[in-house]
Every structure is written in C-alpha cells, then in structure tokens.
C-alpha cells in the first residue's frame, strides 16, 4: 500500500519535478517504508523548494533522528527558530541534543 503510494507520487513529481507538497508526501510514505534515507533526500528537495516548509524539515528531523543525530538535532534548532511556541520541537531538540551530548562523551 505505501510503496503504490510511493510510485503515485513519483508519477507526480515526473510531471511536477519541484511539488515540495508532492516531495513531503512521498517522504511520509517512504517514512513508514523504513526509507529514511530516501525520506531525507525527499524532504531536503522539498526545502530547497520551499525554505520553510514545516512540515518537511520536521519529517527530515524525524527520519534523521533515526540515521545521524548531529542531523535531526541541526533541524530542530532551525525549527525552534521558525516556530519559537511549539513546546513540542523544543522538547524534542532537548532530549536530542542530551542524547547526543550522552553519545558523544562514552
């Protein structure tokens, strides 16, 4: 079901090259694929696109928190700048930089 998803928007993006709505949609899907390197390329196109698109980098902070954490932590800090309110990214980018502070110093 994701990966049909998947060549869906790809078929879109073959006619819409720069759809950074396209891009993060197809980045969703490869997400719960397990993709996540295909899930940062997706979505670090969609910024080139779109600078601020939200929801783009939040998915790349995501799938990056899984792969390299120096990655997922750079993008909350942008995230914290973009959107300063949201308790939640600033939670998320705490625990990171903790657990990377933690990775770092064993």
Request: one cysteine or more.
């Amino acid at each position: 079901m994701f990966a049909e998803a998947c060549m869906g928007y790809g078929e879109g993006l073959n006619h819409h090259a720069h759809n950074a709505l396209l891009l993060c949609n197809r980045a969703a899907r490869r997400c719960k694929l397990g993709h996540y390197e295909k899930v940062v390329e997706d979505c670090s196109t969609a910024l080139v696109v779109r600078l601020s698109y939200i929801p783009a980098r939040l998915r790349r902070a995501d799938s990056n928190a899984k792969m390299r954490w120096e990655a997922s932590v750079e993008d909350h800090e942008v995230l914290i700048q973009e959107i300063p309110v949201d308790e939640k990214v600033r939670k998320r980018t705490r625990f990171q930089s903790q657990d990377l502070n933690e990775f770092n110093h064993d």
